[in-house]
């Protein structure tokens, strides 16, 4: 009588199996951390309907190099690019992501900030920093920037700053504040026509403060944020002599109510 050997048929199956999802993973794996900082720049760009674009960028999605360029959306007329290059690098960890900007135009030190999933969005947090950008950039993100053609400098601050997407909402922590200086615009003769803050409080209700440090321009107002919403109300008007040099803009700005301009959104 012959005794057959038992069958091992299963196992070189299951050999091949395991195998075939190690090639797999390895494969994404490479993808992932070797994926062209192009993917990344198409990603943005897309986000933002063409308002941010990172031109020719190099490296990969994880360690690039691009130069960053405002633009007025997807074919857009109008188009500024920040001087040099945004350095960026990315690092992926069990809470989330962290990332390292360092643009030497506008910082004097790399910006840093972290996303993070939460259930039903993202968590996105600043650490505390100061940079300083041309006001000129926002000529390139489109009306009503285009027509205003601001100059100046924008200095940002932010403390323990963080916002959360939940859904359709936004919440919004801790503290931005933009003052800008030596503002001017193509609306008028007058330069500079003065200098002002914005102040951007996080909480239960964020709100916003506008206000005037100096000059013959006058702009003052308050908005807030409900989580889905932004309403604001505010007023401009033209320091005593200069109602003619600044009446262009008055006119642009808000609607006229005799020397002054009233500006309502939301």
């Not at 390895?26 to 063409?50: C, D």
């Not at 993070?116 to 300083?132: F, I, K, T, Y």
């Not at 503290?175 to 500079?192: E, I, K």
Request: proline share 6%.
């Amino acid at each position: 009588m012959v005794t057959r050997p038992p069958s091992s048929g299963p196992a070189p199956r299951r050999g091949w199996r395991w195998a075939l999802l190690g090639i797999a993973i390895g494969v994404v794996l490479t993808v992932l951390m070797f994926a062209p900082a192009r993917w990344l720049s198409a990603a943005l760009s897309g986000w933002s309907q063409g308002r941010l674009v990172l031109a020719n960028p190099r490296g990969t999605v994880w360690n690039g190099t691009a130069a960053v360029v405002f633009a007025s959306g997807a074919g857009g007329a109008e188009a500024v690019s920040l001087p040099g290059l945004l350095h960026w690098r990315m690092r992926p960890g069990w809470g989330g992501i962290s990332a390292s900007l360092d643009l030497p135009c506008c910082a004097a030190q790399p910006l840093q900030l972290r996303a993070s999933p939460r259930a039903g969005g993202v968590l996105l947090e600043w650490q505390d920093s100061r940079s300083r950008w041309p006001a000129s950039m926002l000529t390139g993100l489109g009306a009503p920037w285009n027509t205003l053609k601001l100059d100046g400098a924008l200095d940002l601050t932010t403390k323990a700053f963080a916002m959360q997407w939940d859904g359709p909402a936004l919440r919004i922590a801790g503290q931005a504040t933009l003052d800008a200086t030596d503002v001017s615009s193509s609306l008028s003769t007058l330069r500079p026509m003065g200098s002002y803050r914005l102040t951007l409080e996080g909480g239960n209700r964020p709100t916003l403060l506008l206000s005037t440090r100096e000059g013959s321009l006058e702009l003052n107002g308050s908005g807030s944020w409900n989580g889905t919403t932004f309403r604001f109300n505010g007023e401009a008007n033209a320091a005593p002599g200069r109602e003619d040099a600044l009446s262009n803009l008055l006119n642009i700005i808000g609607r006229r109510d005799n020397a002054r301009s009233i500006i309502t959104l939301g």
